[in-house]
């Protein structure tokens, strides 16, 4: 067996982390999961940072952290798993090429030989000719990279990623997720992520993690258009509205009527779904109708390419950046039957 098998169990204050995570040989998959929800306590258990409550986490076919007899304890340094966070946490001391080569001359790589290699990998992340900058001469991008190939140049089983992008600008971003994207090949990685965007383009799988426990996990593009909770349709960018199968239609608390296509309202009546739509495919339309629903404005947004109005039953993508409606209008939403789908409640 190899890559990485875990099942993650630490009591906190408020709730408890009880995760079950796998991860092929080679596979990235990606955590997401609203701020507080368990993430970084996720990772730091891999990495054995925190101690588990309960649970084994297993890296490339070894038991390196298990709770239930025999007891099993294998410290941070020898996992051969590296954890990857907002700050790349260079040595201050050390220039780029010593930070790289750090990790290979520890497990015993001679000096010359670990040099060599850590200035392979900064060529590799594109810093080819900066091996004796000090971290304070590099940008924030810069050291990022630098950190990214210590963390690869210690040739480890299994590299964590906790948001490693989120401080840095959105070009620079752009090019690190490029990096990682060409050196994580065949390398596990778990890699946490507030942005739909970097789970598309790193990960095969994504887990979503609310309050502790996994709520959706599957094939990304699978999670992010069939959201089963808020969160997810969220960062999905999409609606999703609560509600049952009725008569061959869908129907919600507040007695909005919607009708479509999809297969799902053949069910039998009261089947719990949820219907999802993009904000794109919303209408503001003047009054009552198929498929249209009263909402009250809660805000208004100027959007690159018209506004983006926030309301009490959804979110409208309009390209009339100069529409007069304000908080408290009530409107009429509309959406076409074909761009409704409808996914089962969890």
């Known amino acids: 067996m190899s890559g990485l098998q875990a099942r993650v169990v630490v009591d906190r204050a408020r709730f408890r982390v009880d995760v079950a995570l796998d991860a092929a040989a080679g596979e990235t998959v990606a955590i997401m999961g609203p701020s507080g929800a368990g993430k970084s306590t996720l990772l730091d258990a ?7 409550n309960g649970g084994e986490v297993v890296v490339a076919g070894r038991t390196v952290e298990r709770v239930a007899a025999p007891r099993v304890h294998t410290p941070p340094m020898q996992r051969g798993v590296v954890l990857l966070g907002q700050d790349p946490r260079l040595f201050p ?9 750090f990790g290979p001359r520890a497990a015993g790589t001679p000096a010359a030989q670990a040099r060599a290699d850590a200035d392979a990998w900064l060529d590799r992340v594109g ?7 000090m971290p304070r001469e590099l ?3 810069e050291q990022q990279r630098v950190a990214i190939a210590r963390a690869l140049a210690a040739s480890p089983r299994v590299v964590l990623l906790d948001e490693p992008l989120v401080a840095l600008d959105p070009v620079t971003a752009s090019e690190i997720r490029g990096t990682l994207r060409e050196q994580l ?8 992520t507030h942005d739909a965007g970097d789970a598309v383009a790193l990960a095969e799988r994504l887990f979503v993690i609310e309050a502790g426990a996994v709520v959706q996990s599957g094939p990304v593009r699978e999670v992010l258009a069939a959201p089963a909770s808020a969160f997810v349709a969220s960062v999905a960018d999409m609606n999703r509205m609560p509600g049952v199968s009725a008569g061959g239609g869908w129907t919600d608390a507040a007695g909005r009527v919607l009708t479509s296509a999809d297969a799902a309202l053949a069910l039998a009546d009261g089947v719990a779904l949820a219907a999802v739509f ?16 009263p909402a009250e404005v809660v805000r208004v947004e100027p959007t690159l390419l018209g506004i983006r109005v926030h309301t009490t039953a959804g979110v409208i993508d309009a390209a009339e950046p100069g529409a007069a409606w304000s908080s408290g209008d009530t409107v009429w939403l509309h959406v076409d039957p074909s761009r409704v789908r409808f996914v089962p409640l969890g």
């Open 93 to 101: 001391h050390l220039n780029a090429r010593e930070n790289v080569a």
């Open 185 to 192: 090949v065949g390398v596990t990685t778990v890699a946490v």
């Open 139 to 141: 940008s924030g991008g």
């Open 46 to 52: 891999l990495a054995g940072l925190v101690p588990l």
């Open 127 to 133: 810093l080819g000719g900066l091996g004796s900058r």
């Open 278 to 293: 993009r904000p794109r495919d919303v209408r503001i339309v003047d009054g009552p109708g198929a498929n249209a629903w």
